[in-house]
């Protein structure tokens, strides 16, 4: 087994030079404080009130960010070094996490605290996740990118999920305050990496003209995507997926507690084995995506959430939801290295960071209103019907929905139309060396 292994590695790191690991390895530190906090936050709500649209609140202003922030970030991506944005994103990201780790620690934490303090940690995810994408093709070639951020993808897999989710429903049994603080110390080490890499990566500009406005540059990322049918369509479709992901999600941890009896640590482990295919979808994506060709692969990613709601509206078994999210998490990772790599692959460099972040803000976006829905939907149906079926309902919901998005797109999410939008890419530099 050790040859083919030994091929497999090779073939993955291949052309990828040191500053590529360096960032590689500062979205790892970063997601390991992630994952973390991730469980984190929902556990302390949930010992805090037992209120579905409170605890949905939290999880909304974690998200909100990525609503009433996404556009102007890849707007400063696009105006300031990237590589400073992010160093920048992480330090603050140390600050604001060391705050929450006090106020746990002391006892002193509230409700609408919390509400701040993963408003404030969303803010920060954003840029940095934002400009990480945005800085890739800086640092990889064209041809290496599906591996580039196959590679990412699978570092922010193990390392968020099945490293941190386990340790931290480990640690809440022990004190709450340490995820926090060791959020605050990850996030230092990922902007110190972040922050060695060589290079200058501010996007090209006539030193003669003064930059345009802000709200110029955004109306400029909003009218690109919107005039290219295809990433329109993606943009759509995931807004789409990831506002029932979101309002599933908003008040899964009740839905642990009481409908599967899990504790911290079966919560943590719960979250770590659902994510077995996204760890598998990292690794075999770029082979699978390639025998599978981008329009079959991108559907699979449609039809999944289909399959996977419904299962989980209609089980009370850990088990059984963990293996539907397995399979979830596959399908949506071969979505995210086919969707990401063409956005880096059609999108010209000078307007990467906005239009990234015009795609992102619909895909993420959604994420904060579908858990003020999904946290009203189970308070509506708790006091019409019952606790369970409240709790059941996001997924109920989100079944029927991805159905019918299913039948809307799959006529015009096709191998063809993807070959024709890359046949149109603008021409990208090779970073080099």
């Not at 590589?83 to 994103?89: I, K, P, S």
Request: hydrophobic share 55%; with cysteine.
């Amino acid at each position: 087994m050790a040859a083919p292994v030994g091929s497999l590695w090779k073939r993955r790191t291949r052309g990828l030079d040191g500053r590529y690991w360096k960032l590689w390895g500062a979205v790892t530190f970063s997601n390991l404080g992630d994952g973390l906090v991730s469980l984190a936050i929902p556990w302390l709500a949930s010992l805090l009130t037992r209120d579905a649209m409170a605890i949905a609140g939290v999880a909304l202003a974690t998200r909100l960010p990525w609503l009433v922030f996404s556009l102007q970030a890849g707007a400063l991506s696009d105006r300031f070094d990237r590589r400073r944005l992010m160093v920048l994103a992480n330090s603050l990201r140390t600050i604001v996490a060391g705050i929450a780790a006090i106020a746990v620690l002391f006892d002193v934490m509230t409700v609408p605290m919390l509400y701040v303090l993963g408003f404030a940690l969303g803010m920060c995810e954003v840029i940095f996740d934002n400009t990480t994408q945005t800085i890739v093709p800086s640092l990889v070639a064209r041809d290496r990118l599906e591996r580039a951020n196959g590679n990412i993808m699978g570092a922010q897999m193990v390392i968020a999920d099945f490293v941190s989710r386990p340790i931290a429903g480990a640690l809440v049994g022990v004190a709450l305050s340490l995820p926090f603080a060791i959020d605050a110390v990850t996030a230092a080490v990922s902007a110190g990496l972040i922050a060695s890499i060589p290079g200058s990566f501010t996007t090209p500009h006539d030193a003669g003209q003064p930059r345009p406005r802000m709200r110029t540059q955004i109306s400029e990322g909003l009218r690109w995507l919107w005039q290219h049918r295809l990433l329109r369509l993606l943009a759509l479709a995931l807004a789409t997926m990831n506002g029932l992901t979101a309002a599933a999600m908003a008040t899964y941890v009740l839905f642990v507690q009481e409908i599967l009896g899990l504790d911290g640590l079966g919560f943590g482990l719960l979250l770590a084995t659902s994510s077995v295919g996204g760890l598998l979808g990292s690794i075999l994506a770029p082979n699978v995506t390639k025998r599978l060709r981008p329009g079959p692969s991108l559907m699979l990613g449609v039809a999944s959430p289909v399959v996977t709601f419904g299962v989980i509206a209609t089980t009370s078994s850990a088990i059984v939801v963990a293996i539907a999210f397995a399979a979830f998490s596959f399908t949506a990772v071969m979505w995210n290295v086919v969707t990401v790599t063409l956005r880096q692959t059609l999108i010209p460099d000078e307007l990467l960071g906005r239009v990234n972040s015009v795609y992102r803000f619909f895909g993420w976006g959604a994420m904060p209103i579908g858990m003020l829905l999904g946290g009203a939907l189970v308070s509506v149906v708790e006091i019409t019907a019952t606790r369970d079926l409240g709790l059941r309902s996001p997924f109920i919901a989100g079944a029927v929905i991805s159905l019918a998005l299913l039948i809307l797109v799959s006529p015009r999410l096709t191998t063809a139309r993807v070959e024709q939008a890359r046949e149109q890419a603008p021409e990208r530099p090779d970073p080099g060396l």
